[in-house]
């Protein structure tokens, strides 16, 4: 039981390079998250999905897309990186049975230049 | 975007001390949440805390949830040295949501 994982764990892109990042959990969560983590600063939501085939935007969204592959895949993507996309981000899924507690991936730090 | 308010912002102890840090919001919260943070790693749940006035206990780690229901406290006793890292709250406002709130941490060292 592997929990949440993410790919990859370090990037650097150049500025307008696009990439995604891949996040999957084995939990059989229905919810999943996406978050952008900068210096100094606490998790700011970029989007969730609260089920398999739904996503909505949180916070911070501009300049990200997302798909929910299926119930164990939520991937991030970058269509034309900026340097303020320089960030830690971090997947997490919320279960069922303890129902508002979120469990995190170990996170992809992402550097743009 | 909102954040919760946390505080201290940082902390050095010595081992063997009693911690103390709050969070708190011009909000209600239905549920909150503490995390730990450790360098290079996602946070990972510590105590969740699910209505006012709860008190909830982790091994060294107790939590309450504010009887205002717009604060939390965290209490960790008897710190040692594994307790360093960054302690966010979190928090979800309207029941039924899926979004939650972070706190901005706090950054605990321990001073063996």
């Known amino acids: 039981n592997a929990g949440v994982t993410q790919t990859p764990k370090f990037q650097v892109l150049k500025t307008g390079q696009s990439m995604t990042l891949q996040c999957a959990q084995d939990m059989n969560h229905n919810s999943m998250y996406w978050y952008r983590q900068d210096p100094g600063m606490g998790l700011r939501l970029i989007y969730y999905s609260a089920s398999e085939g739904t996503t909505d935007k949180g916070e911070v969204p501009n300049g990200y897309n997302v798909s929910r592959l299926n119930k164990r895949e939520f991937s991030l993507r970058l269509e034309s990186a900026a340097p303020s996309q320089t960030s830690v981000y971090f997947c997490?899924?919320?279960?069922?049975?303890?129902?508002?507690?979120?469990?995190f991936g170990p996170g992809t730090r992402l550097t743009v230049t | 975007g909102q954040q919760l308010n946390q505080s201290p912002q940082s902390m050095f102890i010595q081992e063997g001390e009693d911690v103390s840090m709050n969070c708190t919001s011009s909000?209600?919260?239905?549920?909150w949440l503490w995390y730990k943070q450790e360098p290079g790693e996602g946070p990972v749940l510590l105590i969740a805390l699910y209505k006012a006035g709860e008190l909830t206990s982790n091994g060294r780690l107790t939590a309450q949830f504010g009887i205002t229901r717009k604060d939390s406290f965290l209490n960790i006793s008897a710190s040692i040295p594994s307790d360093v890292g960054i302690y966010f709250c979190a928090g979800q406002r309207i029941p039924g949501t899926y979004k939650y709130i972070f706190g901005t941490g706090t950054r605990l060292k321990v001073l063996a």
């Open positions: 997490a899924s919320r279960g069922q049975v303890s129902f508002y507690e979120q469990y």
């Open positions: 909000s209600i919260f239905n549920t």
